[in-house]
């Protein structure tokens, strides 16, 4: 199921390319796209690092963090959408529903993300980059874990409601007979004699009525009983010896008469007839209860997967342009269409600090070289002479 997105270039820069950050994010909002992109400092505190071999090890993680917590959003939004999809058929309407969903700390998904700030209270940055993976990782995805199990336990109590509703206005074929058969109807208490429920089709009537007496042997001579009928079916009672019931069910089914399973008793009746209201309750319950988590966990994963990209940035500069970590990084919101040119766009102008894995043309257009420089192993993404990734916010 698709949803509107947002897209952004999440980029990081050396400081090196230029004496002041606030001097680049004007080259960027005038230059990038023609000056038609969106420019906001992503906030990255200083962490502890630790030695290269665990950034290598840190930046393989987060890529593949990274891309399970995007699929949990989508996750996220599929399950609130399924929800009220059943509600409204109104696209305006699940529209504005959809809009009022993806909210993170109390304001609009694109709000937080622009004026993203590491939470230092919940995530202390002097732990280790390796304890931040885990401590964030584990919240974002128990989460994810609880939604799906919510989910898969409201998608049973919704298909035991639909039983249920098909038992109360189906035909009788399928309808439940508790509130149509009496205790009148039935042969009780007997020793040797049983009473079977048919559902004859209205065509097949007369069929029946000539030939129930003789489809087994022990059949009570002018037993069958009308009990009701709907536009389809007649519902007819028939008492026989238990020794054939077996026999006269197998035999009643190739004349394409419908045996209905039902023992008479007060108590399963009580339980049948309030069936159906159990299964509301506990669908309606269950679904009040995937609302509100699945908002929660729209927040709380959202929130969780930014503060991993903060991670992956911090890495990735690190191991692209050493330490001490001096960057900077922005966020750019642009149009899907527009991605690709504003790529271009910046790799022609910082493409020089992908040293020899990046070369020029006559024109001194920057153009990708086959042979990556010595860092190009260490990196979790398609090489780019910088850092710099694709950001679909959901």
């Known amino acids: 199921m698709s949803h509107e997105s947002s897209h952004y270039l999440l980029l990081a820069l050396p400081e090196s390319v230029s004496p ?5 994010s004007q080259w960027l909002e005038q230059n990038v796209n023609g000056g038609g992109v969106e420019v906001s400092t992503f906030d990255i505190p200083k962490f502890k690092v630790g030695t290269l071999d665990s950034l ?9 963090l990274d891309s399970q917590l995007s699929g949990s959003v989508q996750k996220v939004l599929d399950i609130i959408s399924t929800i009220y999809d059943e ?7 699940n529209s504005l529903i959809m809009k009022k969903a993806r909210v993170v700390e109390s304001k609009p998904v694109e709000d937080f993300v622009s004026s993203f700030r590491w939470n230092s209270s919940r995530f202390r940055v002097e732990k280790p980059i390796e304890e931040l993976i885990k401590i964030i990782s584990t919240d974002a995805l128990n989460l994810d874990n609880d939604l799906r199990s919510s989910y ?18 189906g035909d009788l074929s399928v309808k439940s007979l508790h509130d149509i058969v009496k205790a009148s109807d039935f042969v009780l208490d007997s020793e040797h004699l049983q009473t079977l429920l048919l559902v004859i089709p209205k065509s097949l009537q007369n069929q029946f009525l000539n030939n129930y007496e003789t489809l087994t042997e022990f ?20 008492t026989l010896f238990k020794k054939y019931v077996s026999s006269f069910l197998a035999a009643a089914r190739e004349q394409k008469w419908i045996p209905r399973e039902f023992e008479y008793s007060e108590e399963i009746i009580n339980t049948m007839r309030d069936e159906y209201a159990n299964a509301s309750k506990a669908e309606a319950t269950l679904k009040n209860d995937l609302i509100r988590l699945s908002k929660t966990a ?7 997967w930014f503060h991993l990209k903060a991670l992956r940035v911090f890495v990735e500069s690190v191991l692209r342009y050493g330490l001490p970590p001096n960057f900077y990084s922005f966020l750019l919101k642009l149009e899907e269409k527009n991605l690709k040119s504003a790529k271009d766009e910046l790799i022609h102008k910082y493409g020089y600090l992908g040293g020899n894995a990046f070369t020029t043309d006559k024109n001194g257009k920057v153009l990708k070289d086959t042979s990556l420089h010595e860092y ?4 979790d993404t398609e090489y780019e002479p910088f ?8």
């Open 20 to 24: 002041d950050s606030k001097i680049l």
């Open 56 to 64: 290598v090890v840190q930046s393989e993680e987060l890529n593949k």
């Open 87 to 93: 509600k409204s058929n109104s696209d305006s309407k």
């Open 152 to 169: 898969s336990k409201y998608n049973v109590a919704k298909s035991n409601l639909i039983a249920a509703q098909r038992k109360q206005t």
């Open 219 to 238: 059949v009570v001579p002018r037993s069958a009983k009308l009990i009701t009928h709907d536009s389809e079916f007649f519902l007819y009672s028939v």
């Open 298 to 304: 729209y927040s709380d994963i959202v929130n969780d």
């Open 376 to 379: 190009a192993s260490l990196v």
């Open 387 to 394: 850092v710099l990734y694709d950001v679909e916010l959901y």
